[in-house]
């Protein structure tokens, strides 16, 4: 006896949709473009990081491009992208142009973007999530050799691997940019003159 054929059809349509979620993409190649929105994101390979927009508060309509732990349901950031130039509205278009990764809002106007200067593009670039919270720009022919990553501009969260530098919000519901350049060799230093005055 077969079976109906929207029983069938159903069946199908979830198969389709719980594949989509399994298959997660967590590399942008160029010349794609991704719209991120709250729904749209790239997740790292093991499902351990996300990088979408999120809103900080939900009474404001301030819109960022970050990373948080994808099992995080308030979305807590661990890096955020455009913080001075938020967008208005849930949704944005992040590309690869030229040798840039750029977040551009509505009316197609770059928010945000790498600043990578340098020759001209000699391969396809990529920019990827990994496991590790990083999120690279880099050349197709070079895996290794990273051109930009978020690990070198830490905001809210020290990660492992990241360097030693933070930026943080100005307020709760406001994550414009903070610095805060702590060095290590001068926490170092610091603890050492705090060593010698106790002996």
Known sequence: MRAP????????????FLYELSSSKSV???PESLTVSSNQTLVS???VFELGLF???ESISRWYLGIWYKEDPKRTSLWVANRVKPLTKPVGILK????????FGQDNIPVWRTNLTGGGVRSRMVAELFDNG????KDFSDPEGYLWQSFDSPTDTLLPEMKLKMTTFSSQDDPRQILYPWMLDKLEEEANRAMVKDD
């Not at 054929?5 to 389709?16: N, R």
């Not at 690869?96 to 977040?103: A, E, K, R, S, T």
């Open 55 to 57: 809103k900080p508060n």
């Open 28 to 30: 942008l190649y160029s």
């Open 96 to 103: 690869l142009f030229g040798n840039n990764l750029v977040l």
């Open 134 to 137: 990083n999120f690279v720009v």
């Open 45 to 47: 390979p093991g499902n």
């Open 5 to 16: 054929l929207c029983v069938t059809s159903v069946f199908f349509f979830l198969f389709c």
